[in-house]
Nanobody, 125 residues
Framework: QLQLVESGGGLVQPGGSLRLSCAASQFTLEHYAIGWFRQAPGKEREGVSCISSSGGNTNYADSVKGRFTISRDNAENTVYLQMNSLKPEDTAVYYC??????????????????WGQGTQVTVSS
């Protein structure tokens, strides 16, 4: 069973930064595209960013472009989401997901089979 674990969430002031990590145990992530999604209370889950298995292709939601950066370290079996210039509207539970999918659909939550449990990000003064 492929298991993903997110970490790095927390409470941060507006304008601050956090780095989320998505790690896997007992299997390698290098053959999977990874997506980051978020869900705020009362809202639908939305795609934030995704990265191809090689790391050569990335995709960002318009709302986070220029502020968030996705990367992966296959040697560490971990994918990161660096979040800078955080805004209150970034507050949500953030999930990572993995699938051996075609990159052009990596922004679609329905394309992913494996999901982590999520990590809370709260941006507030």
């Amino acid at each position: 069973q492929l298991q993903l674990v997110e970490s790095g969430g927390g409470l941060v002031q507006p304008g601050g930064s956090l780095r989320l990590s998505c790690a896997a145990s007992q299997f390698t992530l290098e053959h999977y595209a990874i997506g980051w999604f978020r869900q705020a209370p009362g809202k639908e889950r939305e795609g934030v960013s995704c990265i191809s298995s090689s790391g050569g292709n990335t995709n960002y939601a318009d709302s986070v472009k220029g502020r968030f950066t996705i990367s992966r370290d296959n040697a560490e079996n971990t994918v990161y989401l660096q979040m800078n210039s955080l805004k209150p509207e970034d507050t949500a539970v953030y999930y990572c997901a993995a699938d051996a999918l075609v990159f052009r659909v990596c922004h679609l939550s329905a394309a992913y089979e494996y999901w982590g449990q999520g990590t809370q990000v709260t941006v507030s003064s």
